[in-house]
C-alpha cells in the first residue's frame, strides 16, 4: 500500500505555508465496524500514526492511519441525546473522548497528530475569558433571515454570506441583540472540538470561515468585514492540517498520547470526504451521501453565488467549487428503516426511470442548488408499492445532485467528468446506478469514503510540515 508525497503548492501569489496537500489515490481497508483493529506485530505499535476525526450530522467517526496511508483502527460513535440545542455542545464533547477512549491504547503512544472535521457553518459564541458558552450552536442548517439585511448591506452582491444559513449571518444576528461583548468569540464546530485538545483560543482555519466572509485568494479577512464592531470575535485562520500546539497535559496523561502528539487545525466535513477520495484532476467530483447532500468540483475557476447556495474553497492551485442540500439520507430514514432500505433497494430496477418527481426534505428549507428557507418538502403522491416510491426518491434526490452540477457549469466552473461517491449512500449500488444514468457521467464508490480518513490525512500533513 502506498500513498504519494504530499505537497503544499499554492496559488502563485500566496504564501506557501497557506497551501492544502495535493492527495492522491491509496489502497487500504474501507470501514466495516464500529471499532476494527489491524494490529499485526509489534513492529507496527511503534511507527507514527495519525488520527483523524470526522463531525458529521448523525455521528461522529475516527480513522487511524500510518504514514503510507494504511488504517489500523476505526470507530464510530452517535450522539448522545439531547434535549435541546444548547445541549448539542455537551453531545459533541462526550462524543469526542469516548471515541479517544474507543482508540486502541496500543496505538495511542504512537499517535503524531490529530485533527478534526466539521460541519461547515455550525458555529458557536464563546467567552474568551473562561470558554463558557454564550450562544448556540447554531447548526449548519439554521437560517438567520432576520440578519439578512445586515450582512447584504456590507458585503458583496451574492457574496457567499448572503445566505441567511451563513456563519456571518449567526454572527451578525447575535451580535444585534449582545453587543458590546468583548470577550465574545465565535468557533466553529470542529474548531470548537479541536481547542478542547489544545486550549488555544481563537483559532480556525480558512475552510471553515469561508462562511464568515474570510477570502482565500487574498488570504485574510476583507476590509469590509474587518471595519464591523464584531470583528473582535473572529478567530484567527491557518492552513487546513497547520500544527495548532501539544495536546494538553491532563487529556495526554489521561488517555496515554505522547508528549509530542499535535493537535491541527481541521477543515469541513465535505472538504474532508473530498480529501480521502484523493483525486486531483479538475473536472473530478465527490458526492458526499450522507444525512444531506453535499457535491464538491475540482475547478480551475473560482465560482462563488450566494444566490444558489454555491461557494468555493481553495485547494492547492486550484478551487473546490460546490454546494450543500438538505435532501440525503435524513428524509429517508425518516420513511424506511435501514433493513427497509437494504430489502427495497433490491427490487428496484435502476435502468428504468422513475415517473415520480419529488423533492425529498426533513423538513422545510434548502440550501443549495437552490437557496429557499420556505422550501417545503415534496413527497406526494405515494403509490402503493414502496419500491416504486423508494425509486422516486432516490432518483428524484440524483436530480437534484445533477442539477448542482449543472449549475456549477453555468456558473463557469470546469465541467464535471467523473463523480467519485463518499458517505453512506456510496454503499448502496441500485442508487449508484441511478445516479450514473441521471448525472451522464461515471460514478464509482470512493476507495476511501469516510471524511474521517480525509482529517487523518490532514493530521499527518500537520505531522510532516
Not at 439520507?329 to 428503516?337: E, H, N, S, W, Y
Not at 465541467?415 to 441521471?438: C, D, H, L, S, Y
Request: glycine share 8%.
Amino acid at each position: 500500500m502506498s500513498v504519494s508525497s504530499l505537497s503544499t503548492k499554492p496559488l502563485s501569489h500566496l504564501p506557501a505555508k497557506r497551501g492544502l496537500p495535493r492527495l492522491r489515490r491509496a489502497l487500504s481497508p474501507t470501514f466495516r465496524s464500529r471499532i476494527r483493529m489491524n494490529l499485526g506485530n509489534h513492529e507496527e505499535t511503534s511507527k507514527s500514526l495519525y488520527l483523524g476525526i470526522d463531525f458529521g450530522t448523525s455521528g461522529a467517526r475516527y480513522a487511524l492511519i500510518d504514514k503510507q496511508g494504511a488504517i489500523h483502527s476505526e470507530g464510530k460513535r452517535t450522539y448522545p441525546s439531547v434535549g435541546n440545542a444548547t445541549d448539542w455542545a455537551s453531545s459533541w464533547k462526550e462524543a469526542l473522548f469516548h471515541l479517544l477512549g474507543d482508540v486502541p491504547s496500543i496505538y495511542r503512544p504512537s499517535i503524531s497528530s490529530i485533527s478534526i472535521d466539521g460541519t461547515s457553518a455550525t458555529t458557536l459564541i464563546i467567552d474568551r475569558n473562561n470558554g463558557g458558552l454564550l450562544a448556540g450552536p447554531f447548526l449548519y442548517n439554521e437560517s438567520f433571515p432576520d440578519a439578512l439585511p445586515a450582512v447584504e448591506s456590507i458585503a458583496p452582491a451574492n457574496h457567499t454570506v448572503c445566505s441567511g444559513s451563513s456563519t456571518l449571518c449567526k454572527l451578525v444576528s447575535w451580535w444585534n441583540s449582545n453587543c458590546g461583548h468583548d470577550s465574545a468569540l465565535l468557533m466553529h464546530q470542529s474548531d470548537w472540538l479541536l481547542w478542547l485538545l489544545h486550549g488555544e483560543y481563537g483559532v480556525s482555519d480558512y475552510n471553515n470561515t469561508l462562511k464568515v466572509g474570510y477570502d482565500p485568494e487574498i488570504d485574510s479577512y476583507p476590509s469590509w468585514l474587518m471595519a464591523q464592531p464584531y470583528a473582535h470575535m473572529l478567530p484567527s485562520v491557518r492552513a487546513p492540517g497547520a500544527p495548532i500546539g501539544p495536546i494538553k497535559e491532563d487529556l495526554r496523561s489521561q488517555f496515554g498520547f505522547s508528549k509530542n502528539c499535535v493537535v491541527c487545525t481541521g477543515t469541513t466535513d465535505s472538504i474532508a470526504a473530498f480529501l480521502a477520495a484523493r483525486t486531483t484532476e479538475p473536472g473530478k467530483a465527490v458526492t458526499s451521501l450522507g444525512s444531506t447532500m453535499a457535491i464538491k468540483l475540482l475547478s480551475k475557476v473560482r465560482v462563488e453565488d450566494a444566490r444558489f447556495g454555491v461557494y468555493s474553497h481553495r485547494l492547492d492551485d486550484m478551487w473546490l467549487v460546490g454546494g450543500a442540500s438538505n435532501t440525503g439520507g435524513a428524509v429517508l430514514r425518516q420513511i424506511f428503516t435501514d433493513d427497509q432500505l437494504l430489502v427495497l433497494s433490491r427490487d428496484i430496477d435502476p435502468s428504468v426511470p422513475s415517473s415520480l418527481d419529488y423533492y425529498p426534505l426533513p423538513k422545510k428549507g434548502e440550501r443549495f442548488p437552490v437557496s429557499d428557507p420556505s422550501m417545503v418538502p415534496r413527497l406526494q403522491p405515494r403509490p402503493d408499492s414502496d419500491v416504486e416510491y423508494l425509486h422516486g426518491i432516490l432518483e428524484s434526490i440524483a436530480r437534484i445532485e445533477a442539477n448542482g452540477y449543472k449549475l456549477l457549469k453555468e456558473l463557469g466552473a470546469t465541467a464535471m467528468e467523473e463523480v467519485f461517491t463518499a458517505g453512506g449512500g456510496a454503499q448502496n449500488e441500485k442508487w449508484t446506478v441511478i445516479r450514473e444514468r441521471v448525472l451522464g457521467v461515471p460514478v464509482r464508490k470512493a476507495e476511501q469514503t469516510e471524511a474521517a480518513y480525509g482529517a487523518a490525512l490532514l493530521a499527518l500533513k500537520g505531522a510532516i510540515s
